[in-house]
């Protein structure tokens, strides 16, 4: 079946680049995605990759691709506190009306 | 206006009371979405209405009656809850029901259910 994850936890320096990882069963999925997510907040898309591409730049964002090993990847340079948050991953579609399957999100704690 | 609103932000209800969350976007978008997020989870879907018809229902209780009364609005009635109905949800919407849209998300609804 359908199954997205991720690792709970990262914590990083301010400054240091963060690297968020993310691993997908569905190979049938033609876009990926992350989300962010504040305290008492709904999500934020931050970026998104279509799945015949392997690398996308936004800004800090790195976003890179592996379809064979179905592996995911989310890299933000420069990380600062404000970017301490919930960061999910996301698959899709599944079964139509862009229904997205998400992981379980991994807390980022940024620290002095 | 990006802007996905939803109200009331918090609500506490009892099991037999009736309630409704309401959503509001105003970007033109034609697919609306209701999820329920359980603390330290992710978002769960629910419902979708595209074009103000109910396409996906995830077999949610009955006590969960959504509502979409034009392509700007989204209710979701909620009646005879029980507490493990507490959650965070959430309305989203995207331009269309084809791949690749992206999800627009409100700041959601914390229901607790006494």
């Known amino acids: 079946g359908e199954d997205v994850e991720q690792s709970l936890f990262l914590s990083v320096r301010e400054g240091d680049s963060s690297v968020i990882n993310c691993t997908y069963t569905?190979?049938?999925?033609?876009?990926l995605y992350w989300y962010k997510q504040e305290p008492g907040a709904g999500l934020q898309l931050l970026t998104y990759?279509?799945?015949?591409?392997d690398m996308k730049q936004d800004q800090r964002l790195t976003v890179l691709l592996n379809k064979k090993d179905k592996h995911l990847s989310l890299r933000i340079a420069d990380t600062q506190t404000g970017d301490s948050a919930i960061y999910f991953c996301?698959?899709?579609?599944?079964?139509?009306?862009?229904?997205?399957?998400f992981g379980a999100g991994t807390r980022l704690a940024v620290h002095p | 206006d990006t802007e996905v609103t939803q109200t009331p932000k918090h609500l506490v209800m009892g099991m037999t009371n009736k309630k409704s969350l309401k959503c509001e976007q105003h970007?033109?978008?034609?697919?609306m979405y209701w999820y329920k997020q359980k603390a330290k989870k992710p978002p769960e879907l629910m419902f979708v209405?595209?074009?103000?018809?109910?396409?996906i229902n995830e077999s949610v209780p009955s006590r969960f009656s959504p509502e979409c009364p034009n392509s700007s609005l989204l209710n979701l009635h909620l009646h005879a809850l029980q507490p493990e109905d507490s959650a965070l949800y959430l309305c989203?919407?995207?331009?269309?029901?084809?791949?690749?849209?992206?999800?627009?998300f409100g700041s959601g609804t914390q229901l607790s259910v006494l």
């Open positions: 989203a919407s995207t331009n269309g029901d084809g791949a690749g849209e992206k999800l627009f």
């Open positions: 209405y595209s074009y103000e018809k109910l396409s």
């Open positions: 996301a698959e899709g579609p599944s079964g139509g009306y862009n229904k997205l399957i």
């Open positions: 970007m033109g978008h034609r697919a």
């Open positions: 990759i279509f799945s015949n591409m």
């Open positions: 569905d190979s049938s999925s033609t876009y």
